[in-house]
Nanobody, 124 residues
Framework: QWRLVESGGGLVQPGGSLRLSCAVS????????IGWFRQAPGKEREGVSY????????NYADSVKGRFTISRDNAKNTVYLQMNNLKPEDTAIYYC?????????????????WGQGTQVTVSS
């Protein structure tokens, strides 16, 4: 049973920080690239960040560059998304996803396994 579970979302003030976690089970994380995506009501799903299976390659949406950092701890079967200097426009449900395709980058259609999402709300 392959499963990804996001956690760490919540309510934060503008300028604040959150760290999202994506815990995977049912497969070995080492072989998979991981992406973070988000979707706000009435908007299309957006690729946020990506990390290759080795961790040597990462990418970020222009809207989050310099503010978000993706990392992975394969020993814990967990991928993280550190989000700093959060803005109201970051409000969305955040999903992690896994793919055996190490070149998936931010292309949602290339990801095979998805978590249930965690809500991030940035508001005063």
């Amino acid at each position: 049973q392959w499963r990804l579970v996001e956690s760490g979302g919540g309510l934060v003030q503008p300028g604040g920080s959150l760290r999202l976690s994506c815990a995977v089970s049912g497969f070995t994380l080492d072989y998979y690239a991981i992406g973070w995506f988000r979707q706000a009501p009435g908007k299309e799903r957006e690729g946020v960040s990506y990390i290759s299976s080795s961790g040597d390659s990462t990418n970020y949406a222009d809207s989050v560059k310099g503010r978000f950092t993706i990392s992975r701890d394969n020993a814990k079967n967990t991928v993280y998304l550190q989000m700093n200097n959060l803005k109201p426009e970051d409000t969305a449900i955040y999903y992690c996803a896994a793919t055996y395709n190490d070149y998936a980058n931010l292309m949602a259609r290339e990801y095979d396994y998805w978590g249930q999402g965690t809500q991030v709300t940035v508001s005063s």
